[in-house]
């Protein structure tokens, strides 16, 4: 159960929280990933999936979304916070990620978690050209390479973040994606901005916000250090470990427009 950081040839631990949220910080074991709740926010700082690119299987999706029930109803972002309108419940772990081995199909289930979720804009979370077009391309690099990779994700939980039905919807979500190769250990790190499309009104009346034509993905690949300075949470061996050259870490964010935009 949980996100293993012995799963790559390297030794990875869970990162930390910032020390600021560490008494409303709840971890959440799962098959094959790890979820760290804000019970104040009642979203994710942090979750945390190993992907055996080897033992991908594939099982039936399901729908069947549910509160943990090891946790109170009230720490969690729950069906009140989708229900008739446009937000879609944006999975966090990724149903696909931790779905290999033996455990396959409770691994599916548990991604279903409320815990997992997080309100995002119907077309980032449906586009197979942003966000979930970077997250195919991570996975098909696991699976055709037989690639041992950990992935963190989360919602950014900013003070400027928008309030709704009792939350603050995040504006931003960041992805990591660590792998050894050659025996080093190696990440790169994602940001994805959605205020563009949020908006709250918009939202309650179930009025689909359009996607702005701003590239394919919306998705910019960022320094981890960026990552770790947004959310405060503890990524040094990941900062360590980026891909990206010290040279353009000083530069500007770099917007994604194609799967070849990626460095890995």
Do not use: C
Not at 44 to 59: H, Q, Y
């Amino acid at each position: 159960m949980g996100y293993s950081p012995d799963f790559l040839d390297a030794d990875l631990p869970l990162p930390t929280v910032p020390a600021e949220a560490q008494g409303t910080a709840v971890p959440l074991d799962y098959t094959h990933f790890t979820v760290i709740l804000d019970r104040d926010r009642r979203l994710a700082r942090l979750t945390a999936v190993n992907i055996d690119g080897a033992a991908l299987v594939d099982v039936p999706r399901g729908d069947d979304w549910r509160l943990d029930e090891r946790i109170p109803a009230e720490w969690q972002a729950g069906p009140e916070v989708y229900s008739r309108n446009d937000l879609d419940r944006g999975h966090l772990v990724r149903r696909r990620d931790p779905v290999w081995g033996e455990d396959a199909r409770q691994a599916n289930s548990d991604t279903f978690h409320y815990t997992n979720a997080a309100p995002q804009a119907s077309g980032f979370n449906q586009s197979e050209e942003l966000w979930v077009g970077l997250e195919d391309h991570v996975l098909e690099y696991a699976d055709a390479h037989d690639q041992r990779i950990s992935v963190f994700t989360a919602p950014v939980l900013g003070a400027d973040d928008l309030p709704y039905r009792g939350i603050l919807v995040p504006l931003r979500f960041f992805k990591i994606a660590a792998w050894v190769r050659y025996g080093e250990l190696r990440a790169a790190g994602f940001v994805l901005d959605q205020s563009p499309v949020i908006d709250v009104d918009e939202i309650e009346q179930g009025v689909a916000a359009e996607v702005p034509d701003l590239g394919p993905f919306r998705t910019f690949q960022v320094p981890v250090a960026d990552i770790a300075e947004l959310t405060g949470l503890g990524l040094d061996p990941l900062v360590a470990a980026d891909v990206l050259p010290s040279a353009v870490r000083a530069e500007p964010w770099r917007e994604l427009t194609a799967a070849g935009d990626i460095r890995l």
